[in-house]
């Protein structure tokens, strides 16, 4: 027999959340709070916040199939028996979150960093899956909200979950580990990640991500990044804590660590030591950043008693995520002579720039083509913005980009410290942007675009991704 669907009973929600409902008759295999993207089964969560009422939605969640909606107060025209009142919507999904924690023997694993925790999480949840009943987090939902989103998700049978928490200011990771109790946490790296929210800065960012530590109880496992300046303030607040501390990286100290990589535009083959245990295996996804958050990852996998070798099999199997490296071909009107556009329109930074132009520069041109970096401004730097937008001059150059085109206050100042040659166009925002770059791609052109999600490159990824049909207008002509 497999497992039940069912991951809430009425009668356990309503236990879980003191709410009250005048039907205990259903059961969810789900939760959702977005109408777009619930499914029939689910329980539709009716948050208020700064994207609206979640009240305004009920009717439709029902409409769709959600078993029962957990509101606040009493929506016209939806019966009452669909309804589970509680004084306060999220604080429910929150009690939901850390019942589903509680009552599962699953080994969880936490994962924060300033970059690449979507990355590892999502290898984690592939090389867990092949060994186990795995739950992990939705997307890149890893804040007030939607850690308890997913945590709630979970089902009671898990053998691994596996969730990420994020931060834009002190004092925001601490209640979500609370409520994930990680056996297992990895912290990928430390940057100047929304460093603008530090007065300390770095030394800020260090204490924030430390703060993963919180929810764990000692004698827990932590996977710490051993190329990083902070390792040893990182490895001192776990071991006050008395958790054990594993480290990774290309360091000869690293407990886990690279010993070969051989890298290539579609990928790495790796050969590496992961707690004693020597491996090798390959990679889709290119860049050695990513190299070594599959090293981060495969250490969790050891200490969580599942098997490396099946793991990294799974991981030879994972591509890249929309909007985090993911590749596209594009028609350029030339049957052997594409455009390839490289999506980075999710998220960026400092370090996340510097990683994807040495991935950019792993892709060779077609016939006539160049390399052209289509760059929004990077979010949350603080006061040394400007400084770490123009510092990317350097790193370009040095990936054999051709060709910048930028938008962003702050991008302004990159643009500015670029050779004539290499200047394609400034504009203050990506839509403006959007609307020139398609016509100045040829055959055979390597495009990358990326920015912070505020700078909304994904609109210069859209605009892109419509021109073969530009084409295919102008032959008609």
Not at 330 to 342: F, K, M, W
Request: hydrophobic share 40%.
């Amino acid at each position: 027999m497999g497992k039940s669907n069912t991951i809430w009973t009425a009668k356990d929600v309503m236990m879980a959340t003191g709410g009250e409902c005048s039907s205990d008759q259903w059961g969810a295999s789900g939760m959702s709070i977005d109408t777009r993207t619930l499914q029939a089964g689910d329980i539709f969560v009716a948050l208020l916040g700064g994207n609206g009422n979640g009240h305004d939605y009920v009717k439709s969640a029902i409409d769709k199939g959600a078993v029962v909606a957990i509101v606040s107060e009493a929506v016209e025209g939806v019966d009452s028996a669909k309804l589970l009142i509680v004084e306060d919507t999220l604080k429910a999904m929150e009690d939901l979150g850390g019942a589903a924690r509680s009552r599962t023997a699953a080994k969880v694993i936490g994962i924060t960093g300033s970059v690449g925790k979507t990355g590892t999480k999502e290898m984690l949840v592939a090389a867990l899956d092949v060994q186990g009943q795995t739950h992990g987090s939705i997307k890149s939902y890893n804040n007030h909200w939607g850690v308890p989103l997913s945590l709630s998700g979970m089902h009671a049978g898990t053998d691994f979950g596996v969730f990420e928490m994020g931060m834009n200011r002190p004092n925001e990771i601490t209640p979500l580990s609370q409520m994930v109790k990680p056996d297992i946490a990895i912290i990928t790296t430390i940057a100047p990640v929304h460093v603008e929210h530090f007065k300390d800065g770095i030394d800020g960012i260090v204490a924030a991500k430390s703060e993963v530590f919180d929810g764990m109880d000692v004698g827990g496992d932590v996977v710490l990044n051993r190329d990083i300046e902070s390792f040893e303030v990182l490895k001192s607040k776990a071991e006050s804590k008395g958790l054990k501390v594993h480290s990774f990286g290309e360091d000869k100290s690293a407990d886990s660590r690279i010993l070969d990589c051989l890298e290539a535009a579609n990928g790495s083959r790796v050969k590496a030591n992961i707690l004693g245990e020597d491996i090798t295996f390959n990679l889709q996804i290119a860049g050695r950043h990513i190299v070594c958050n599959a090293l981060a990852a495969l250490t969790a996998v050891k200490l969580a008693g599942a098997d490396i070798q099946k793991a990294a099999k799974a991981l030879a199997t994972q591509e890249p995520i929309i909007g985090r490296g993911k590749r596209e071909i594009i028609d350029s009107g030339v049957a052997d002579n594409p455009i390839t556009l490289i999506d980075e329109s999710y998220n960026a930074s400092p370090t996340a720039m510097n990683a994807a132009f040495k991935v950019l520069a792993l892709v060779d041109p077609g016939r006539g083509g160049r390399r052209i970096a289509i760059l929004g401004d990077m979010l949350e730097l603080g006061k040394d913005s400007g400084r770490m937008h123009a510092d990317l001059a350097l790193p370009l150059k040095a990936s054999n980009v051709d060709l910048v085109y930028t938008c962003g206050k702050d991008m302004k100042k990159l643009y500015e410290q670029l050779p004539a040659n290499q200047r394609g166009a400034h504009k203050e925002t990506s839509q403006e942007l959007a609307q020139i770059v398609p016509d100045v791609l040829v055959p055979g052109d390597v495009v990358m675009v990326k920015g912070s999600l505020g700078s909304k490159m994904g609109l210069v990824v859209e605009a892109l991704r419509t021109l073969p049909s530009k084409l295919t207008a102008k032959k008609k002509v």
